[in-house]
T-cell receptor, first 114, second 113 residues
Framework: AQTVTQSQPEMSVQEAETVTLSCTYDTSESDYYLFWYKQPPSRQMILVIR??????QNATENRFSVNFQKAAKSFSLKISDSQLGDAAMYFCAYETNSGYALNFGKGTSLLVTP | NAGVMQNPRHLVRRRGQEARLRCSPM?????VYWYRQLPEEGLKFMVYLQKENIIDESGMPKERFSAEFPKEGPSILRIQQVVRGDSAAYFC???????????FGPGTRLLVL
């Protein structure tokens, strides 16, 4: 089974600064999908960004970008110009090419301070 | 375009009662997934359904839990004879097809007293 590890239970960043959340995963597959989801205090799961493993280019969505290192099996999320509304739990997730179930990490709690 | 809808948002049951959780996928989505989130944990996959078919229920407990996605109406996750360990947030997600991005509903918080 594929495992997803988020080694930072909590992170803190000041408003307008940049923060990077780390994620590593374990797989023997070559084609798969990776995701970052955000869970604010409302507990709603919100898709932040998606990366296809066969694509070399790192995905970006406005202030959110990823650093995808396939050989190292690393998929970190960078949040630029952090805003108070970015405060949430962030979950990294893996989906196999032959499957559909998302495997989630345990999450990183991001605190944004004024 | 309404997102994935789940109801109820909060559900309280006493041990031994039944819990029914409903999920209406996004318009045009025929694939539904159920996940469970225990406190301080990430989401764990339970079951994947397409209309009228269970495709994969490998994450479902063998007893007391069942899921359906009828031709008409929402998907239902049913938990019989609930126990305190069933207390969790249950999330439904939907997608238009296999391998498409899953969009999540707001979840149902189940509390078993």
């Amino acid at each position: 089974a594929q495992t997803v590890t988020q080694s930072q239970p909590e992170m803190s960043v000041q408003e307008a600064e940049t923060v990077t959340l780390s994620c590593t995963y374990d797989t023997s597959e070559s084609d798969y999908y990776l995701f970052w989801y955000k869970q604010p205090p409302s507990r709603q799961m919100i898709l932040v960004i998606r990366q296809e493993a066969y694509k070399q280019q790192n995905a970006t969505e406005n202030r959110f970008s990823v650093n995808f290192q396939k050989a190292a099996k690393s998929f970190s999320l960078k949040i630029s110009d952090s805003q108070l509304g970015d405060a949430a739990m962030y979950f990294c997730a893996y989906e196999t090419n032959s499957g559909y179930a998302l495997n989630f990490g345990k999450g990183t709690s991001l605190l944004v301070t004024p | 375009n309404a997102g994935v809808m789940q109801n109820p948002r909060h559900l309280v049951r006493r041990r031994g009662q039944e819990a029914r959780l409903r999920c209406s996928p996004m318009k045009g989505h025929s694939h539904v997934y159920w996940y469970r989130q225990l406190p301080e944990e990430g989401l764990k996959f339970m079951v994947y359904l397409q209309k009228e078919n269970i495709i994969d229920e490998s994450g479902m407990p063998k007893e007391r839990f069942s899921a359906e996605f009828p031709k008409e109406g929402p998907s239902i996750l049913r938990i019989q004879q609930v126990v305190r360990g069933d207390s969790a947030a249950y999330f439904c997600a939907s997608s238009p097809g296999n391998r498409e991005t899953q969009y999540f509903g707001p979840g149902t918080r189940l509390l078993v007293l």
